[in-house]
């Protein structure tokens, strides 16, 4: 089970979060532990390693990789839950604060590669697109069950999709013949509902995500789990967040104002570092799932 997920922007990650030993650190999103190995290779000795994903088998994936390396007395915990948990979890885990959080938001490679979680609108497979296989909503009840407005709704809010009208339209009367089941079926009829002329992307992309968003719960998942972040952080703790479109971004900017300098908070606040990081021109070409990525890094003070 080799994980086919290359990590993004790793060594700017592991340079901004000014990592030392003995620190409690938390990967929200661990994914096949790529960070996350990094990240706890860098606490030695004595740190804690808290690793969450809401995908079981992306915590069997990390699980098999951690497997060969050493961490010389870090404690490792992985655990399978949701980054809207952050705080259950840390607690479970006998703490109160950390000192380091990331969150590498979104899809890993080996989730969009398996054609049978259904993510992919190029390969054929069942409307599934949960993460977190517990879980009983799926893509399929969204695109089958959902009245026309509340999935035009999604398309245009989650996807940004400027034709989701027609979608959404296209969508309801194919579903009157029969269930919408399967990725490429989706994808076709996406494409035939669009007018001519195209971008550089598939013409899916944007429904794709916007109808994983609304399996995945995605916009509270990243409201709690950065609210909760912030609230655990100790003093000179620091946050990474890692988005790959600009609705991600723009719920990151959003949640965080209220504990930014304006936000008029007299006990602590949370402020970004630096610039925005985005990955160098070797990194896109040797990965180009890497180029949409933009990482920001907070940290939070006591006033
Ligand atoms: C981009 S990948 C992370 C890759 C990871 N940083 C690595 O280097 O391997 C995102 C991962 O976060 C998980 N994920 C997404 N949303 C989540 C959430 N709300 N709670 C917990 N895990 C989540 C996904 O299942 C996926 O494995």
Same mark, same amino acid.
């Given at each position: 089970? &080799?994980?086919?997920?290359?990590?993004?922007?790793?060594?700017?990650?592991?340079?901004?979060?000014?990592?030392?030993?003995?620190?409690?650190?938390?990967?929200?999103?661990?994914?096949? *532990?790529?960070?996350?190995?990094?990240?706890?290779? =860098?606490?030695?000795?004595?740190?804690?390693?808290?690793?969450?994903?809401?995908?079981?088998?992306?915590?069997?994936?990390?699980?098999?990789?951690?497997?060969?390396?050493?961490?010389?007395?870090?404690?490792?915990?992985?655990?399978?839950?949701?980054?809207?948990?952050?705080? =259950?979890?840390?607690? !479970?885990?006998?703490?109160?604060?950390?000192?380091?959080?990331?969150?590498?938001?979104?899809?890993?490679?080996? +989730?969009?590669?398996?054609?049978?979680?259904?993510?992919?609108?190029?390969?054929?497979?069942?409307?599934?697109?949960? +993460?977190?296989?517990?879980?009983?909503?799926? *893509?399929?009840?969204?695109?089958?069950?959902?009245?026309?407005?509340?999935? &035009?709704?999604?398309?245009?809010?989650?996807?940004? &999709?400027?034709?989701?009208?027609?979608?959404?339209?296209?969508?309801?009367?194919?579903?009157?013949?029969?269930?919408?089941?399967?990725?490429?079926?989706?994808?076709?009829? #996406?494409?035939?509902?669009?007018?001519?002329?195209?971008?550089?992307?598939?013409?899916?992309?944007?429904?794709?995500? *916007?109808?994983?968003?609304?399996?995945?719960?995605?916009?509270? +998942? #990243?409201?709690?789990?950065?609210? +909760?972040?912030?609230?655990?952080?100790?003093?000179?703790?620091?946050?990474?967040?890692?988005?790959?479109?600009?609705?991600?971004?723009?719920?990151?900017?959003?949640?965080?104002?209220?504990?930014?300098?304006?936000?008029?908070?007299?006990?602590?606040?949370?402020?970004?570092?630096? !610039?925005?990081?985005?990955?160098?021109?070797?990194?896109?070409?040797?990965?180009?799932?890497?180029?949409?990525? !933009?990482?920001?890094?907070?940290? !939070?003070?006591?006033?």
């Amino acid at each position: 089970m &080799e994980p086919r997920h290359r990590p993004v922007l790793l060594q700017q990650v592991i340079e901004s979060l000014a990592l030392d030993p003995g620190l409690v650190f938390i990967d929200g999103t661990m994914g096949s *532990a790529g960070h996350y190995s990094a990240v706890a290779g =860098r606490l030695v000795p004595g740190g804690i390693a808290i690793g969450i994903d809401r995908d079981q088998s992306a915590i069997e994936r990390a699980r098999a990789v951690l497997e060969g390396m050493e961490f010389d007395g870090v404690e490792l915990h992985l655990v399978h839950g949701e980054i809207a948990e952050l705080e =259950r979890v840390l607690h !479970k885990v006998g703490m109160q604060h950390a000192d380091r959080v990331l969150f590498d938001l979104g899809l890993s490679s080996d +989730q969009l590669d398996d054609p049978g979680r259904g993510f992919s609108f190029l390969r054929e497979g069942p409307l599934d697109m949960r +993460q977190d296989r517990r879980q009983t909503l799926t *893509a399929e009840d969204v695109v089958n069950d959902y009245p026309e407005e509340a999935l &035009e709704h999604i398309l245009r809010e989650y996807g940004e &999709e400027r034709f989701s009208r027609r979608i959404a339209a296209a969508i309801v009367a194919r579903r009157r013949g029969g269930r919408i089941t399967g990725t490429l079926e989706l994808a076709t009829l #996406i494409e035939q509902a669009m007018p001519g002329r195209r971008g550089k992307s598939h013409p899916a992309t944007r429904s794709f995500q *916007a109808i994983r968003m609304e399996v995945g719960g995605e916009v509270r +998942q #990243i409201e709690e789990g950065i609210r +909760q972040a912030v609230e655990l952080l100790s003093h000179s703790g620091r946050l990474a967040v890692i988005t790959f479109h600009s609705l991600e971004e723009r719920i990151v900017k959003r949640t965080l104002r209220p504990y930014g300098r304006h936000g008029g908070r007299t006990d602590w606040q949370v402020n970004m570092l630096g !610039k925005v990081i985005e990955p160098d021109e070797e990194e896109v070409q040797g990965n180009p799932r890497s180029r949409s990525a !933009k990482l920001r890094v907070y940290e !939070k003070r006591l006033l």
